[in-house]
Protein backbone atom coordinates (compact mmCIF):
# COMPACT_ATOMS: atom_id res chain seq x y z
CA UNK A 1 0.00 0.00 0.00
CA UNK A 2 3.16 2.56 1.36
CA UNK A 3 4.69 1.52 -2.15
CA UNK A 4 1.16 2.49 -4.05
CA UNK A 5 0.75 5.68 -2.08
CA UNK A 6 4.55 6.66 -3.20
CA UNK A 7 3.80 6.51 -6.93
CA UNK A 8 0.70 8.10 -6.79
CA UNK A 9 2.24 11.00 -5.07
CA UNK A 10 5.14 10.34 -7.91
CA UNK A 11 2.45 10.66 -10.81
CA UNK A 12 0.73 13.71 -9.34
CA UNK A 13 3.61 15.84 -8.92
CA UNK A 14 5.03 15.28 -12.20
CA UNK A 15 1.62 16.32 -13.65
CA UNK A 16 1.67 19.05 -11.83
CA UNK A 17 5.19 19.81 -12.96
CA UNK A 18 4.13 19.36 -16.72
CA UNK A 19 7.42 16.78 -16.82
CA UNK A 20 5.22 13.35 -17.75
CA UNK A 21 7.34 11.36 -19.95
CA UNK A 22 4.79 9.85 -23.21
CA UNK A 23 5.07 8.20 -26.56
CA UNK A 24 4.93 11.22 -29.07
CA UNK A 25 2.05 9.89 -31.23
CA UNK A 26 1.29 13.08 -33.58
CA UNK A 27 -2.24 13.51 -36.10
CA UNK A 28 -0.95 15.73 -38.60
CA UNK A 29 -3.95 17.33 -40.04
CA UNK A 30 -2.18 20.49 -41.14
CA UNK A 31 -3.32 21.64 -44.36
CA UNK A 32 -2.12 24.74 -46.83
CA UNK A 33 -3.97 27.78 -46.46
CA UNK A 34 -7.25 27.60 -48.30
CA UNK A 35 -7.30 30.33 -50.92
CA UNK A 36 -10.35 32.11 -49.73
CA UNK A 37 -8.75 32.75 -46.68
CA UNK A 38 -6.58 34.94 -48.46
CA UNK A 39 -8.98 36.71 -50.62
CA UNK A 40 -10.71 37.79 -47.12
CA UNK A 41 -7.94 39.35 -45.94
CA UNK A 42 -6.89 41.05 -48.69
CA UNK A 43 -10.31 42.98 -49.08
CA UNK A 44 -10.08 43.28 -45.55
CA UNK A 45 -6.68 44.91 -45.48
CA UNK A 46 -7.80 47.07 -48.78
CA UNK A 47 -11.24 48.24 -46.92
CA UNK A 48 -8.52 50.24 -44.30
CA UNK A 49 -6.29 51.44 -46.74
CA UNK A 50 -9.22 52.82 -48.84
CA UNK A 51 -10.99 54.35 -45.82
CA UNK A 52 -13.90 52.07 -45.61
CA UNK A 53 -13.26 50.87 -42.30
CA UNK A 54 -10.97 52.74 -39.63
CA UNK A 55 -9.85 49.89 -37.89
CA UNK A 56 -7.07 46.77 -40.01
CA UNK A 57 -8.59 43.51 -38.80
CA UNK A 58 -6.49 40.90 -37.84
CA UNK A 59 -6.70 37.78 -36.47
CA UNK A 60 -6.54 37.24 -31.97
CA UNK A 61 -3.52 35.35 -30.60
CA UNK A 62 -4.63 32.05 -29.24
CA UNK A 63 -5.36 32.15 -25.10
CA UNK A 64 -2.64 30.68 -23.28
CA UNK A 65 -4.03 27.64 -21.69
CA UNK A 66 -3.69 26.59 -17.96
CA UNK A 67 -1.32 24.82 -16.49
CA UNK A 68 -4.01 22.14 -15.52
CA UNK A 69 -4.95 22.14 -19.67
CA UNK A 70 -1.60 21.52 -20.51
CA UNK A 71 -0.86 19.19 -18.23
CA UNK A 72 -4.10 16.88 -19.76
CA UNK A 73 -2.35 17.50 -22.82
CA UNK A 74 0.61 16.23 -21.80
CA UNK A 75 -0.99 13.02 -20.87
CA UNK A 76 -2.84 12.84 -24.40
CA UNK A 77 -1.13 10.29 -26.14
CA UNK A 78 -2.49 11.71 -29.34
CA UNK A 79 -2.04 15.32 -30.72
CA UNK A 80 -4.22 17.06 -33.23
CA UNK A 81 -2.40 19.51 -35.25
CA UNK A 82 -5.30 21.40 -36.44
CA UNK A 83 -4.60 23.93 -39.85
CA UNK A 84 -3.69 26.97 -39.46
CA UNK A 85 -5.71 30.26 -39.48
CA UNK A 86 -4.82 33.18 -41.67
CA UNK A 87 -2.25 35.17 -40.13
CA UNK A 88 -1.73 38.79 -40.15
CA UNK A 89 -1.27 40.09 -35.96
CA UNK A 90 2.11 41.49 -36.55
CA UNK A 91 2.70 45.45 -36.35
CA UNK A 92 4.64 45.23 -39.46
CA UNK A 93 1.41 44.82 -41.62
CA UNK A 94 -0.39 47.81 -39.71
CA UNK A 95 2.28 50.19 -40.21
CA UNK A 96 2.90 49.35 -43.71
CA UNK A 97 -1.15 49.66 -44.31
CA UNK A 98 -1.27 53.30 -42.40
CA UNK A 99 1.92 54.06 -44.61
CA UNK A 100 -0.67 52.98 -48.21
CA UNK A 101 -3.76 54.50 -46.37
CA UNK A 102 -2.09 57.79 -46.78
CA UNK A 103 -0.98 57.49 -50.05
CA UNK A 104 -4.02 56.02 -51.21
CA UNK A 105 -6.12 59.15 -52.30
CA UNK A 106 -2.79 60.32 -54.28
CA UNK A 107 -2.74 57.11 -55.69
CA UNK A 108 -6.55 56.55 -56.81
CA UNK A 109 -6.14 60.04 -58.75
CA UNK A 110 -3.84 58.75 -61.27
CA UNK A 111 -5.69 55.38 -61.48
CA UNK A 112 -8.72 57.37 -62.08
CA UNK A 113 -7.02 59.20 -64.19
CA UNK A 114 -5.95 56.55 -66.34
CA UNK A 115 -2.34 57.46 -65.33
CA UNK A 116 -1.65 54.76 -63.61
CA UNK A 117 -2.39 51.11 -64.74
CA UNK A 118 -2.92 48.19 -61.79
CA UNK A 119 -0.88 45.19 -62.64
CA UNK A 120 -2.01 41.16 -62.28
CA UNK A 121 1.18 41.25 -59.95
CA UNK A 122 -0.76 43.74 -57.27
CA UNK A 123 1.50 46.53 -58.35
CA UNK A 124 1.07 49.97 -60.03
CA UNK A 125 2.12 50.93 -63.38
CA UNK A 126 3.02 54.38 -65.53
CA UNK A 127 0.18 54.82 -68.19
CA UNK A 128 0.35 57.45 -70.83
CA UNK A 129 -2.19 60.19 -69.93
CA UNK A 130 -2.20 63.92 -70.88
CA UNK A 131 -1.94 64.55 -67.35
CA UNK A 132 1.68 63.69 -67.60
CA UNK A 133 2.90 65.50 -70.38
CA UNK A 134 4.19 68.15 -68.13
CA UNK A 135 7.75 67.07 -66.58
CA UNK A 136 7.60 68.37 -63.02
CA UNK A 137 3.93 66.47 -63.02
CA UNK A 138 5.50 63.08 -64.30
CA UNK A 139 8.31 63.00 -62.45
CA UNK A 140 6.44 63.62 -59.32
CA UNK A 141 3.99 60.46 -60.19
CA UNK A 142 7.35 58.64 -60.64
CA UNK A 143 8.13 59.24 -57.23
CA UNK A 144 5.13 58.13 -55.95
CA UNK A 145 4.35 55.05 -57.99
CA UNK A 146 8.39 54.16 -56.47
CA UNK A 147 7.00 54.67 -52.82
CA UNK A 148 3.65 53.22 -53.13
CA UNK A 149 4.83 49.77 -55.00
CA UNK A 150 7.55 49.46 -52.37
CA UNK A 151 4.99 49.70 -49.79
CA UNK A 152 2.96 47.07 -51.41
CA UNK A 153 5.70 44.95 -52.33
CA UNK A 154 6.63 45.09 -48.17
CA UNK A 155 2.91 44.06 -47.11
CA UNK A 156 2.68 41.38 -49.63
CA UNK A 157 6.36 40.06 -48.28
CA UNK A 158 5.12 40.39 -44.70
CA UNK A 159 2.03 38.44 -45.07
CA UNK A 160 3.64 36.14 -46.68
CA UNK A 161 6.02 35.68 -43.87
CA UNK A 162 3.31 34.98 -41.31
CA UNK A 163 1.81 32.53 -43.32
CA UNK A 164 4.99 30.67 -44.75
CA UNK A 165 4.96 27.72 -42.70
CA UNK A 166 1.28 27.02 -44.64
CA UNK A 167 2.73 27.33 -47.82
CA UNK A 168 1.64 30.83 -48.57
CA UNK A 169 3.76 32.37 -51.41
CA UNK A 170 4.79 35.90 -52.04
CA UNK A 171 3.48 35.48 -55.77
CA UNK A 172 0.00 33.87 -54.45
CA UNK A 173 -0.38 37.26 -52.16
CA UNK A 174 0.24 39.56 -55.11
CA UNK A 175 -2.17 37.63 -57.98
CA UNK A 176 -4.84 37.70 -55.01
CA UNK A 177 -4.61 41.38 -53.89
CA UNK A 178 -3.95 42.28 -57.67
CA UNK A 179 -7.28 40.46 -58.38
CA UNK A 180 -9.32 42.33 -55.48
CA UNK A 181 -8.16 45.18 -57.33
CA UNK A 182 -9.96 44.66 -60.44
CA UNK A 183 -13.19 43.90 -58.79
CA UNK A 184 -13.14 47.02 -57.39
CA UNK A 185 -11.93 49.16 -60.44
CA UNK A 186 -14.22 51.41 -61.62
CA UNK A 187 -15.34 52.89 -65.34
CA UNK A 188 -12.21 54.06 -67.14
CA UNK A 189 -9.19 52.60 -65.06
CA UNK A 190 -6.81 50.38 -66.19
CA UNK A 191 -6.20 46.75 -65.28
CA UNK A 192 -3.84 43.70 -66.64
CA UNK A 193 -6.20 40.60 -66.16
CA UNK A 194 -4.92 37.29 -64.03
CA UNK A 195 -2.93 35.12 -66.06
CA UNK A 196 -4.52 31.83 -67.23
CA UNK A 197 -5.46 29.86 -63.96
CA UNK A 198 -8.53 29.58 -61.11
CA UNK A 199 -8.33 33.58 -60.31
CA UNK A 200 -8.71 34.77 -63.77
CA UNK A 201 -11.54 31.89 -64.54
CA UNK A 202 -13.25 33.65 -61.80
CA UNK A 203 -12.60 36.90 -63.20
CA UNK A 204 -13.90 35.72 -66.86
CA UNK A 205 -17.14 34.29 -65.23
CA UNK A 206 -17.95 37.39 -63.49
CA UNK A 207 -19.98 40.18 -64.36
CA UNK A 208 -17.02 41.68 -65.22
CA UNK A 209 -15.90 39.62 -67.14
CA UNK A 210 -18.94 39.48 -69.60
CA UNK A 211 -18.81 42.80 -70.27
CA UNK A 212 -15.45 42.80 -71.24
CA UNK A 213 -16.58 39.98 -73.71
CA UNK A 214 -13.90 38.84 -76.32
CA UNK A 215 -11.43 41.14 -74.77
CA UNK A 216 -11.16 39.24 -71.46
CA UNK A 217 -7.66 37.04 -72.03
CA UNK A 218 -5.17 36.05 -69.75
CA UNK A 219 -2.59 38.68 -68.84
CA UNK A 220 -4.33 41.17 -71.61
CA UNK A 221 -4.37 45.28 -70.22
CA UNK A 222 -8.36 46.29 -70.53
CA UNK A 223 -10.26 49.48 -69.72
CA UNK A 224 -13.05 48.74 -67.32
CA UNK A 225 -15.98 49.44 -69.32
Known amino acids: MKKRMIGLNALIIALLVGCVIRTEHKIDAHITLDIRHVQEQAEDVLDFIEGKTDALPGFEEDKPTS ?5 LQALDPF ?3 HAAEMKTDSPKVKQIATE ?3 NNAAVSKLVSSGCFGETNRGYVELQECDDLKDADAKNEAQQ ?3 SENAARKALYSEIARLNKDDGLSVTAVEQVYAAQRIKRGAPGERYQLPSAGEIFN ?3 ASDLGKKLGAACTPGAWVTIP
Open 79 to 81: TVV
Open 100 to 102: LRK
Open 67 to 71: WLQRS
Open 144 to 146: LLA
Open 202 to 204: EIK
